[in-house]
């Protein structure tokens, strides 16, 4: 859970300054190292990878909707 955004965003825009952009490469071996993490704490493959995919759906509807009713201006 992310606490703090703005600081996490400062972070990002920090790093990718200082080292630019992850190649495809770069990115694939960072997503597989956190994937083997998850793996080693017991959190990942989902057990149920479809528990509570209704109640996602409903709130995906329901935000789209307001998405696009609202407008700015």
Excluded: Y
């Excluded at 990115?27 to 989902?46: H, N, S, Y």
Aim: proline residues 5%; contains cysteine.
């Amino acid at each position: 859970m992310i606490r703090d955004p703005h600081t996490l965003r400062k972070f990002e825009d920090s790093f990718i300054r200082t080292r630019g952009n992850l190649s495809h490469e770069k990115a694939l071996k960072i997503f597989e190292a956190l994937w083997v993490e998850g793996v080693r704490l017991g959190v990942l493959p989902l057990q149920e990878p479809l528990e509570g995919i209704e109640s996602d759906i409903t709130v995906a509807r329901i935000l789209n909707s307001c998405s696009k009713s609202f407008s700015p201006h």
